[in-house]
């Protein structure tokens, strides 16, 4: 199993441009989540999802948006990117009953 | 919003001594967590407790969930240098039906050899 996964590793915007960072996960998790981690700072949770076509708002969800058209897939998009967005987002899973969330190895993202 | 505090903020110590670090809250949780991450990576789970009182030990690592379930603790032992990293203290709440993590802001520990 290649676990959780998130491409790409590091990506610089532009104020304005969007894109879509990419997490795909092979265990069979319910549960995927979005954080970011901000320098100095814990993790804080943007969207999550509780299974295919259910998702919902975390803690700091505004600037973002999540899509769970498959178990295995959850992408989060960024429509106008700001440097407010600049930060570390890391991709979780967990299975139902189980209480450990998997986390990718993280894209870090830089917003110019 | 819920919030933990997590002291110390970062900890410059000896190769082979004990490091102990807490997490408090004004919120109560029903599971505490705590979490190592290495540099570049995902964290990584280390000790999860689910009773308030219960003391758990993962190798050289304990972890003590507290009796008003407000706050824990995490105590290395004789540290070696595979120890660095930062550590996250992490309290689970339940909404409907999903499970969410509320993250302290980490200790970053430095080994001196």
């Known amino acids: 199993n290649a676990g959780v996964t998130q491409t790409p590793k590091f990506r610089i915007l532009k104020i304005g441009q969007s894109m879509t960072l990419q997490c795909a996960q092979d265990m069979n998790h319910n549960y995927m989540y979005w954080y970011r981690q901000d320098p100095g700072m814990g993790l804080k949770l943007i969207y999550y999802s509780v299974g295919a076509g259910i998702t919902d708002k975390g803690e700091v969800p505004n600037g973002y948006n999540v899509s769970r058209s498959t178990t295995e897939d959850f992408p989060l998009r960024l429509e106008l990117a700001a440097p407010s967005q600049t930060s570390v987002y890391f991709c979780?899973?967990?299975?139902?009953?189980?209480?450990?969330?998997?986390f990718g190895p993280g894209t870090r993202l830089t917003v110019l | 919003g819920q919030q933990l505090n997590q002291s110390p903020q970062s900890m410059f110590i000896q190769e082979g001594e004990d490091v102990s670090m807490n997490c408090t809250s004004s919120s109560i949780f029903n599971t505490w967590l705590w979490y190592k991450q290495d540099p570049g990576e995902g964290p990584v789970l280390l000790i999860a407790l689910y009773k308030a009182g219960e003391l758990t030990s993962n190798g050289r690592l304990t972890a003590q969930f507290g009796i008003t379930r407000k706050d824990s603790f995490l105590n290395i032992s004789a540290s070696i240098p595979s120890d660095v990293g930062i550590y996250f203290c992490?309290?689970?709440?339940?909404?409907?039906?999903?499970?969410?993590?509320?993250f302290g802001q980490g200790t970053r520990l430095t080994i001196n050899p």
């Open positions: 979780a899973g967990r299975q139902g009953g189980r209480n450990e969330q998997f």
């Open positions: 992490a309290g689970r709440v339940e909404v409907q039906g999903a499970q969410k993590l509320v």
